[in-house]
């Protein structure tokens, strides 16, 4: 079955997941982390993509990104990936892949998901029992957007924005959020969506992207009654 390209438009939030090959470890010393992030910053100059949350794993990232052209967010990992490959080699005297084939994406509909995919990426560490709160996690943008301590490499969206009228206001508020759970369907959209590059939003928001890309948002329902008007609807739309 021949691979749908990527969805990726100007102007749209993504969410962007990249794992290590068999989940191999991809960052081992401190060093490391910061070479990443320092690299993740320039090429996001580079290529004007505005970065509003990250967290790097053990043997992945997650990252939230905003590009200002459709081409912006694959420019940026390909730069990346690049660079940071050919330094963890020469860093640990190995060859060959790091990373697990191409990264995983999924547009994020800024109203109603962009602070809820924010939450879940600096929540990463929480779920995976590596720290009790994600203010206890350094390689996180939680450090900038709850606690305050200033990333350069942070563009903060104007959804985050919105929420104070000071720094210290939108920080709390930001916190506040972290007291109440992503409720398990949230997250299982949030991870389902990312996994298969669908897209993540209400289905005003899919129709939209579908116009826009010129490609279907969602998968092709499976089953049904072939013969029915509603099945017959849903394909012809696909």
């Known amino acids: 079955m021949a691979r749908l390209p990527r969805l990726n438009l100007p102007n749209i939030p993504q969410h962007v997941v990249q794992?290590?090959?068999?989940?191999?470890?991809?960052?081992?010393?401190?060093?490391?982390?910061?070479?990443?992030?320092?690299?993740?910053?320039?090429?996001?100059?580079?290529?004007?993509?505005?970065?509003?949350?990250?967290?790097?794993?053990?043997?992945?990232?997650?990252?939230?990104?905003?590009?200002?052209?459709?081409?912006?967010?694959?420019?940026?990992?390909?730069?990346?990936?690049?660079?940071?490959?050919?330094?963890?080699?020469?860093?640990?005297?190995?060859?060959?892949?790091?990373?697990?084939?191409?990264?995983?994406?999924?547009?994020?509909?800024?109203?109603?998901?962009?602070?809820?995919?924010?939450?879940?990426?600096?929540l990463n560490p929480v779920r995976a029992n590596m720290v009790s709160h994600p203010a206890d996690y350094t390689w996180s943008s939680y450090q900038h957007n709850a606690v305050g301590k200033r990333i350069e490499l942070i563009t903060e969206h104007a959804l985050y924005r919105a929420l104070g009228v000071t720094d210290q206001n939108r920080q709390a508020c930001y916190r506040a959020l972290f007291e109440k759970q992503i409720p398990a369907k949230t997250l299982a959209d949030i991870q389902s969506a990312t996994n298969k590059m669908w897209v993540l939003g209400s289905d005003r928001f899919k129709q939209q992207v579908e116009a826009l890309a010129g490609r279907r948002a969602t998968p092709i329902p499976r089953g049904g009654d072939r013969k029915s008007t509603t099945y017959k609807k849903q394909s012809s739309n696909q």
């Open 19 to 122: 794992r290590g090959n068999n989940r191999q470890v991809t960052f081992v010393e401190n060093i490391d982390y910061a070479v990443y992030l320092d690299k993740l910053k320039q090429y996001a100059h580079e290529y004007d993509v505005q970065v509003h949350a990250y967290v790097l794993m053990t043997n992945h990232v997650h990252l939230l990104l905003t590009p200002s052209t459709a081409n912006g967010v694959s420019k940026l990992m390909q730069s990346l990936g690049r660079y940071y490959v050919g330094y963890f080699n020469r860093a640990y005297q190995r060859t060959g892949t790091l990373w697990e084939g191409r990264y995983k994406s999924t547009l994020v509909e800024t109203d109603n998901y962009f602070l809820l995919v924010s939450r879940y990426i600096e």
